[in-house]
């Protein structure tokens, strides 16, 4: 079964700065990736997805995310932070042989942004 | 276009009651449809899963269940709750594997 890891469960990052959130998962082909965004008391929006092609994916609110399969690593990036960028990010990893187009959470990073 | 409403927004429950949470989708057929369970500070966990009408796969053992009596429509219930079910519940759905997930708004239930 697949795992997904997002080591930082937290990052204070200053407005303006760059961010970037690490996603590591394991499984033994190429999955489908996803990164999910989570304001407070919220449902899930989904920022961006990969499954083929282009390593690097743009996504929607100024994020990427570069897909790298030698490092099993699925990093969200944003050059610039807006405050309303604080909330919780969540990595995401599906299985295409799997039934029922599951996905499996990691356990999410919470992003700070100070002014 | 495809929306999905889930309600209630918030719910508090005593312990022993039951519970029942719905969740609609709107604008699509046949869709796969999720419940997962969301611990305060802690990741998403895949509750039940449903490919069909009728067809519900459980992910954890627990004193919950759900049903799919209609294509666009997922529940989830129990007849006892405990206080360990307390949580933010959400739905979701999806048309296919490399689409990802659309969410509802989620339901906050607090067991007294």
């Known amino acids: 079964a697949q795992s997904v890891t997002q080591p930082d469960i937290h990052i204070t990052v200053s407005e303006g700065a760059s961010l970037e959130l690490r996603c590591n998962y394991s499984?033994?082909?190429?999955?489908?990736l996803f990164w999910y965004v989570q304001s407070p008391g919220q449902g899930l929006q989904l920022l961006l997805k990969?499954?083929?092609?282009?390593?690097l994916v743009q996504g929607i609110k100024g994020f990427e995310a570069e897909f790298k399969r030698s490092q099993s690593s699925f990093n969200l990036r944003k050059p610039s932070v807006h405050w309303s960028d604080a909330a919780e990010y969540f990595c995401?990893?599906?299985?295409?042989?799997?039934?029922?187009?599951?996905?499996?959470f990691g356990g999410g990073t919470r992003v700070l942004v100070k002014p | 276009s495809q929306t999905i409403h889930q309600w209630p927004a918030t719910l508090v429950q005593p312990v022993g009651s039951p519970l029942s949470l719905e969740c609609t989708v709107e604008?699509?057929?046949?869709?796969?449809l999720y419940w997962y369970r969301q611990a305060a500070g802690r990741g998403l966990q895949l509750l039940f899963y449903?490919?069909?009408?009728?067809?519900i796969s459980s992910e954890v053992p627990q004193n919950l269940s759900a049903s799919r009596p209609q294509d666009r429509q997922f529940i989830l219930s129990s007849k006892k709750l405990l206080l360990s079910d307390s949580g933010f519940y959400l739905c979701?759905?999806?048309?296919?594997?490399?689409?990802?997930?659309?969410f509802g708004s989620g339901t906050r239930l607090t067991v007294v």
């Open positions: 979701a759905w999806t048309p296919g594997p490399s689409r990802g997930y659309t």
């Open positions: 499984y033994g082909a190429t999955p489908y």
């Open positions: 990969y499954f083929s092609g282009d390593t």
């Open positions: 995401a990893v599906g299985d295409p042989q799997a039934a029922g187009n599951k996905l499996t």
């Open positions: 604008g699509t057929s046949n869709p796969n």
């Open positions: 449903s490919v069909g009408i009728g067809q």
